[in-house]
């Protein structure tokens, strides 16, 4: 069961801890993914119009 929000820092869970730092951030931001997409996009459409 999850900690209520205000409990003492001394009385939390390990557990829950643990859970809560790895959750603060996503590994990689959804813009990131989809902005190198972008990128990929546009270095493709380059190389095709200067090769043809």
Do not use: H, K, N, Q
């Not at 999850?2 to 643990?18: K, N």
């Not at 996503?26 to 990131?32: D, F, N, Q, R, T």
Request: a negative charge; glycine letters at 8%; zero cysteines.
């Amino acid at each position: 069961m999850a900690d209520p929000r205000d409990t003492d820092p001394a009385d939390r869970d390990p557990r829950e801890r643990e859970l809560g730092r790895r959750s603060e951030g996503s590994a990689v931001s959804p813009w990131l993914f989809i902005g190198s997409i972008l990128l990929l996009g546009v270095a493709v459409y380059v190389i095709s119009a200067v090769v043809l």
